[in-house]
């Protein structure tokens, strides 16, 4: 092979090993600011086929019903712990913060936050649903398959 090939070969090898490692970087780091979407349900039992559950310092998503009776504010400072629920299990949420002027018991909202433990959520922001006419498919699915009473997911421990 004569020199002017061979700097050529080394040179788009090169550039192919950079190129892989950008895109190896970049796909780590976007790894870690993925928000996964669950239910509670899918939080205390498992997610899919396989069940796979969130674990404890994972960023996520929890949809679920403000389970009535559950907010709980602190008249000094913004904390306030609530409860979701859906037809299979009960978590709780605390969150330190103003809330949606549409937050309400008996209401859907969208929790965003760290899994603290296997039940607990530390959110950093909190949605509430704000229209009838539209909610994103994925909670509107699942909450369609999920949703029962307060007073059944009560009776049955938070547990199916």
Not at 40 to 56: D, M, S, Y
Not at 67 to 90: C, E, H, I, W
Request: net charge positive; hydrophobic share 40%; aromatic share 4%.
């Amino acid at each position: 092979m004569n020199p002017r090939r061979k700097s050529r070969l080394i040179l788009v090898m090169l550039i192919l090993i950079g190129l892989g490692l950008a895109t190896a970087l970049v796909m780590y780091a976007l790894r870690s600011n993925i928000d996964l979407f669950y239910t509670p349900g899918e939080v205390i039992n498992g997610k899919g086929a396989r069940q796979i559950k969130p674990e404890p310092g994972q960023r996520l998503r929890v949809g679920g019903m403000v389970m009535p009776g559950s907010v709980k504010r602190d008249p000094n400072t913004l904390q306030v712990s609530f409860k979701l629920y859906d037809a299979v299990g009960v978590i709780s949420v605390s969150y330190e913060g103003i809330l949606p002027d549409l937050f309400r018991e008996g209401q859907g909202v969208v929790a965003q936050g760290v899994l603290q433990d296997g039940t607990h959520v530390q959110a950093k922001e909190v949605l509430a649903k704000h229209d009838e006419k539209y909610t994103p498919p994925e909670i509107e699915d699942a909450m369609k398959k999920n949703h029962r009473s307060p007073a059944a997911i009560s009776a049955s421990g938070g547990q199916s």
